[in-house]
C-alpha cells in the first residue's frame, strides 16, 4: 500500500491486537502467537516525516504508547521529523565503512575477477592503505562501485580513478569542491618559514603520529595581500601530505530558507569528516565574515550561528581534517575566530 496514514493504520490495528493479547487471561497457541510482537520497517518513509501531517503524527505517537511489542524501524538517508515526535523517535546513526570493511569489498572485487595470489592483488597489497584513504568517506555501496569501474577501466585498482570517484560523489552534496592539486611546496616562491612549518607537520595525520601522543595538526590562516601566494600554499599542502583538497566557499553556505545556512555548515563539516584526512579550504574568508559584528541585527542572527557552529567544531574537532584559511584583511575577521587555539598556527603574506 502507498497510502502511508492506511500502512499506519494497519500497523496500529496489529499492535493493538498484539496489546490486548498480551494482557488477556487466556493462555491458547493463537493468543501467545499474537503477543509475540513484530518488526515493521518502513522503507524511505523519511520523506512523509518532513512537515509530517497531523494524521501521521497521531498514529505514530499512538503507537509508541501501545503496550506491545511492535517496533516501527523508518529507514532513509536523513533524519527527519516534527517536535511532537522527538521524545518518541530513536535515532540510530550508521557510520560510513571502516578500514576493515573496505579491505573487505576491495580484495572481494580482486578475488572475484582475478582470483587469490593473482598480480593484481599483489599489486593492491603494495598500495592498500592509498587505496583505502582514497574512498574514505564513501558508503559501502559508493565503495563496491568504484572498485568495479576501476578494475572495468583499468584493468586494477587505480588509486587516480578512485578518487576521481570520490569527487563526483562530494560535488552531488553541493557545498564542497574537490580539487586535484598539480602543484607542490616546492612550487611556492618564498614564505620559508610556511612552508618549513608544513613540512614539518607532514607525518602528523597517521596512526603512528597518534601512537606517540603527537596532537592532531588543526590548521593555518593566511592572511596577507592578494596575490602572495596563500592560496597556492594551500593546494601546496595538500599536495605535499598527499591527501583530498576540499575547497569551500564560506558565502556560499548562506541560503535562503530558515535553517538552511546552519544545516549547510554542518553538512559542509560532516563531508570534511568524512573523507578525513584531508585539507579543508576556504578562501577569502574575510569576505565571508565581514559584517558578523552586525549580523544580529541584519540577518536575524543567521551569521553568528554559522560562524558559531565552525568555532565549536575547530576548538573542539579530533578528526584528521587541518582547515586552511586565506584572509586580505585581518579587521574583518572575528577576534574570536582568530585567538589560539582555532588554528596552529597565523602567518602573514607579505
Not at 574568508?285 to 559584517?291: F, H, R, S, W
Not at 560562524?307 to 585581518?330: D, G, Y
Request: glycine residues 8%; negative net charge.
Amino acid at each position: 500500500n502507498t497510502d502511508p496514514i492506511a500502512v499506519l493504520d494497519w500497523i496500529v490495528k496489529e499492535a493493538t491486537e498484539q496489546s490486548e493479547a498480551a494482557i488477556s487471561d487466556q493462555d491458547d497457541e493463537a493468543t501467545r502467537s499474537k503477543s509475540r510482537g513484530n518488526i515493521y520497517v518502513l522503507l524511505d518513509f523519511h520523506r512523509y516525516m518532513k512537515n509530517c501531517s497531523p494524521d501521521i503524527e497521531r498514529r505514530l505517537r499512538t503507537l509508541s504508547r501501545l503496550d506491545s511489542n511492535t517496533v516501527v524501524v523508518i529507514v532513509g538517508p536523513h533524519y527527519e521529523t516534527t517536535p511532537a515526535l522527538d521524545k518518541d523517535v530513536r535515532v540510530i546513526d550508521f557510520p560510513y565503512p571502516n578500514d576493515e570493511e573496505i579491505k573487505f569489498a576491495l580484495y572481494s572485487a580482486v578475488h572475484g575477477v582475478y582470483g587469490k595470489d593473482s598480480p593484481v592483488e599483489k599489486d593492491t597489497q603494495a598500495k592498500e592503505r592509498d587505496i583505502i584513504n582514497a574512498v574514505t568517506g564513501l558508503s559501502y555501496g559508493e565503495v563496491c562501485a568504484s572498485f568495479a569501474k576501476s578494475i572495468v577501466t583499468q584493468k586494477n585498482i587505480d588509486v587516480a580513478t578512485l578518487l576521481k570517484e570520490k569527487q563526483e560523489v562530494i560535488r552531488k552534496t553541493g557545498v564542497l569542491e574537490y580539487f586535484l592539486p598539480k602543484v607542490g611546496l616546492d612550487d611556492v616562491g618564498g614564505l620559508g618559514n610556511l612552508t618549513n612549518w608544513l613540512k614539518e607537520r607532514k607525518g602528523l595525520f597517521g596512526e603512528e603520529a597518534r601512537a606517540y601522543g603527537l596532537p592532531q595538526p588543526k590548521g593555518a590562516l593566511l592572511i596577507g595581500v592578494p596575490g602572495g601566494g596563500k592560496s597556492l600554499a594551500a593546494k601546496a599542502a595538500a599536495s605535499a601530505y598527499q591527501i583530498p583538497l576540499l575547497r569551500m566557499d564560506f558565502g556560499a553556505l548562506f541560503g535562503h530558507l530558515v535553517g538552511e545556512s546552519e544545516r549547510q555548515a554542518r553538512q559542509a563539516i560532516q563531508v570534511a569528516e568524512r573523507v578525513a584526512p584531508c585539507v579543508l579550504w576556504c578562501d577569502e574568508i574575510d569576505k565571508g565574515l565581514a559584517g558578523s559584528a552586525g549580523s544580529g541585527k541584519n540577518d536575524s542572527g543567521v551569521t553568528a550561528r554559522v560562524i558559531s557552529t565552525f568555532l565549536t567544531w575547530m576548538q573542539e574537532k579530533t578528526a584528521p581534517v587541518f582547515f586552511m584559511c586565506t584572509a586580505n584583511n585581518h579587521e574583518n575577521i572575528p577576534s574570536e575566530f582568530m585567538r589560539a587555539g582555532r588554528f596552529d598556527e597565523v602567518f602573514f603574506v607579505d
